[in-house]
């Protein structure tokens, strides 16, 4: 069935270090994968996305990778900062072109 | 430009009412996607809206329903409110709605009781 898994829950980081959340998903034919950071009280805002042709993609401290074979994909952010603290969820379309959300991951950075 | 107006921003209602809830695309996009959000499940979609028909629908009862206008704005209704109903209703934009870009508007907080 549709289903987008996400890891971990909750992740909690030194300022500077890097985060790194994982996402796997079901269906073989998914061919886009956005990532959305969500701020408290506001909506999800697409912060980067990838597509099945390509294998990673990067802007500026954030970057994704994709593994087709295996069905998963990953958020990379490095030298993390206070401002990074968020939810952040995976997605990916489905054969039907409908978007399927992970259930997100609370990323705290810490001092 | 201005992006996606959700109104209103909060919401109580009695369990067994109805409630409609609006949301204002960007300029120029005709895709509109609704989600519900709720801390236990995530994001969960509802059901996505093109050209004023109804091209995707996700796995919710009959009681939540939607409709989009000439203009491309559209409502989303939920009839005989359960307690259940209560949650952070998310509408999304995009030009096709094809796997490009989408665009939040803040919400809907419902409250049910």
């Known amino acids: 069935g549709e289903n987008v898994e996400q890891h971990p829950s909750t992740l909690s980081v030194q300022e500077g270090d890097s985060a790194v959340i994982k996402c796997t998903y079901s269906?073989?034919?998914?061919?886009?994968f956005p990532w959305y950071k969500q701020e408290l009280g506001k909506g999800p805002q697409l912060i980067i996305d990838?597509?099945?042709?390509?294998g990673e993609k990067k802007d500026q401290r954030i970057a994704v990778t994709l593994n087709k074979t295996a069905k998963h994909f990953s958020l990379h952010i490095t030298e993390t900062q206070p401002e990074d603290s968020a939810v952040y969820f995976c997605?990916?379309?489905?054969?039907?072109?409908?978007?399927?959300f992970g259930k997100g991951t609370r990323l705290h950075i810490l001092p | 430009k201005a992006g996606v107006t959700q109104t209103p921003r909060y919401l109580i209602k009695t369990r067994g009412q109805q409630v409609t809830l609006s949301c204002s695309p960007i300029s120029g996009h005709r895709s509109v996607s609704w989600y519900q959000q709720t801390p236990g499940q995530g994001l969960q979609f509802l059901f996505e809206?093109?050209?004023?028909?109804?091209?995707n629908k996700g796995n919710f009862p009959g009681r939540f329903s939607g409709r989009q206008f000439s203009n491309s704005r559209s409502e989303m209704n939920v009839s005989t409110l359960e307690l259940g109903d209560s949650a952070l209703y998310l509408c999304a934009s995009s030009w096709d709605g094809l796997n490009t870009e989408a665009f939040f508007g803040q919400g809907t907080r419902l409250t049910v009781v």
């Open positions: 809206y093109f050209s004023e028909t109804q091209r």
């Open positions: 997605a990916a379309s489905y054969r039907d072109d409908k978007i399927i």
């Open positions: 990838i597509r099945s042709n390509v």
């Open positions: 269906d073989s034919a998914s061919n886009y």
